[in-house]
């Protein structure tokens, strides 16, 4: 099993079935060092906003947010969701588990 913090649409349980065709049973946790910005997509019908965690390394920032157990093939769909906006990185937990999550493609 692979472990993924998740700190903002994975969290959707509707995502969630889409995406695994099932609801992901987690954890809170928080990473340190982090805060969270905003990135804008191109989409079929204009720009939105999505959220991206963003290296601090101050201890005072964090990000609460999801610690999940994934199949690696559910871990490839996760990838495949992200899309080319986001790349797949590991970090420190708070609770020091070392997992994946979600960061900047750029």
Do not use: C
């Not at 937990?93 to 070392?98: A, E, P, R």
């Amino acid at each position: 099993m692979e472990n993924l913090f998740a700190y903002g649409t994975l969290k959707d349980k509707d995502i969630q079935e889409t995406i695994f065709g099932r609801i992901l049973i987690g954890t809170p946790d928080k990473l340190v060092g982090y805060t969270i910005k905003e990135i804008q997509i191109e989409e079929e019908f204009g720009l939105a906003q999505y959220p991206i965690i963003t290296l601090t390394q101050n201890p005072e920032d964090s990000i609460n947010g999801m610690l999940y157990q994934l199949s690696q093939r559910e871990l490839e769909l996760a990838d495949t969701y992200e899309g080319i906006h986001y790349k797949r990185i590991q970090v420190q937990l708070h609770s020091n588990k070392l997992v994946w999550t979600y960061s900047a493609a750029i």
